[in-house]
Each structure stands twice: as C-alpha cells, then as structure tokens.
C-alpha cells in the first residue's frame, strides 16, 4: 500500500494515508465510521488499488454488498491479484444470489488462490449452500484434509466451527458438540464464539455474579428499615429568587467522487 500512495503528491498522500489508517481502526467495532473514512480517501484517490479495496472491506463491514463487490471487481482489474475472489463471492451471497457465489467457487481463479484462500473459498461455498436450505451438501463441503487436519493454521477454528454449526442444523448434536469443542481447542484468540455454543449443549447456564449479590443485598435489607422520625417538619417558605436570564461538525461532501474505474469488465459479470 505505501508504495501504491507513494504516486501520489507528498500531501494528497499523506491525507490518503491517514483516511485509511482510520478505516482500518474502525473497520471491526465501528464499520459505518470506517465507511465515512473510506469515502474521503476513495474521493481523494481512487485511481490507487489499495484504496479500492479498504473503501470495499469498509463498505462490506457494513453490509453494503452491491458497492463493495463494484469496489472488489475495481481493485482486482487494477492488479490482476485473485486474492479477493472468495469475498467477492460472499457479496453474491450477501445480494441473495448464492448460486452465482457457488459459480465462482468452481471458478478456475479458485486454483490461483493461497491455502487461506481455498479455505475461505469452501467456508464461503458451503454458507452458499446453507442459504439455498442444501444442508447435507453444505457439510459435504466442509470436508475436507484442512478440516481433518491437527495443525493448528489461522483458519482452522473458523472451518471447524463452520462444520459444528451445519452439523448441528442437520440434527447431528452428538457430532456437533465433538466439533464445537475442537473449535475452542483452536481458537486462541476468541474469534467465533464456540465455547459459548458448546456450554449451551451441554446445559451450562451462565450466572451474572453482580446482579446476583445486589439481588442478596436488596432482600438482606427487607424489613430493616428503622422509622426514625414520622413528623415531617413543615417547610419554611423561602422568597423566590428572580429567575436568571438563559444562556445562550464538519463533513466531507462525497457527492463529487468520480467512478474512475470501470467495473463491468469480465471477471466481474458473475451473472448465471
């Protein structure tokens, strides 16, 4: 990426550098702040690769698929890269089109991509069929060596929690609780939320401790209350005082933003 901004003027830079360092700071907690973010740094530069693809990952955090995908196809004919051909068929799914997302994952660019990539791939084919009720299919999918494997790879808590939850909407519980918990094994840093699935099957209910003691707390002091004093002293009239005369952000207008690229080219015409 610096070296893609590096074309650009020192200070245009600078402003495009800081737009996207913002949008990556947001992307997960605030999407639709990254989005504004992006906007700016597409408005300021849109003819750099990189920035099509944040103003694309900023605009899927936020659900907003038919631009996101337009902004994936755009980065893509600028560097020829496959790397963002399993999140551009999650926008087809995200557009209700699964069928075109299963198009692409037979789609020869499948075999261009990294492991990573073919792992995404298939998490994304098997969402694909989920969305078209193909449960059993969907399981098929998620089998796989990847899957089977007991090395650990940044993938692998994803796949298997992917392969629990289809299994346990096709009514395998046993086998789904076997596989949550290899989820968790993997999932070191608490991306998927396994361990609160496995709890669940296994009937575990979860106490809040704090909200249980101010419970305790409350009933400990039921009946205690000492009446002190059942007269209450009249008020003495004060004089009312005169009432004291009252008291007495910037946005980016992203209307002016050209569409440089043209994003119909072939890799992007997904259609069936």
Do not use: H
């Not at 800081?18 to 639709?32: C, G, K, W």
């Not at 963002?84 to 089109?97: I, K, N, Q, S, Y």
């Not at 994304?124 to 399981?139: H, K, N, T, Y």
Request: glycine share 6%; with cysteine.
């Amino acid at each position: 990426m610096k070296q893609e901004l590096q074309s650009l003027p020192k200070g245009l830079a600078e402003d495009v550098s800081r737009n996207l360092v913002m949008v990556a700071r947001l992307i997960d907690e605030d999407p639709e702040g990254a989005y504004g973010y992006s906007r700016v740094a597409l408005r300021l530069a849109s003819r750099v690769a990189a920035v099509r693809e944040a103003a694309g990952f900023a605009a899927y955090a936020s659900q907003k698929y038919s631009e996101a995908l337009a902004e994936f196809r755009a980065a893509r004919r600028m560097t020829g890269n496959v790397d963002l051909w399993p999140v551009m068929a999650d926008c087809e799914r995200g557009l209700g089109r699964p069928e075109k997302a299963l198009d692409m994952a037979g789609a020869p660019e499948v075999q261009k991509l990294d492991k990573a990539g073919q792992v995404e791939m298939r998490l994304v084919a098997a969402g694909a069929r989920r969305d078209m009720d193909q449960l059993d299919a969907a399981i098929v999918t998620l089998q796989s060596p990847e899957l089977a494997s007991n090395s650990v790879q940044p993938w692998t808590a994803r796949l298997r929690y992917a392969y629990a939850d289809a299994l346990l909407a096709a009514g395998r519980e046993g086998e789904a609780r076997e596989w949550f918990a290899k989820a968790v094994e993997s999932d070191k840093d608490g991306s998927t939320d396994a361990s609160d699935r496995l709890a669940e099957l296994d009937g575990v209910e979860f106490v809040d401790a704090l909200v249980e003691d101010d419970g305790d707390n409350d009933s400990d002091n039921d009946g205690d209350v000492e009446v002190v004093n059942s007269e209450v002293p009249e008020a003495k009239s004060v004089p009312e005082a005169e009432a004291e005369p009252e008291s007495a952000e910037d946005s980016v207008d992203d209307d002016g933003l050209d569409d440089v690229d043209d994003v119909d080219g072939d890799e992007g015409d997904l259609k069936s």
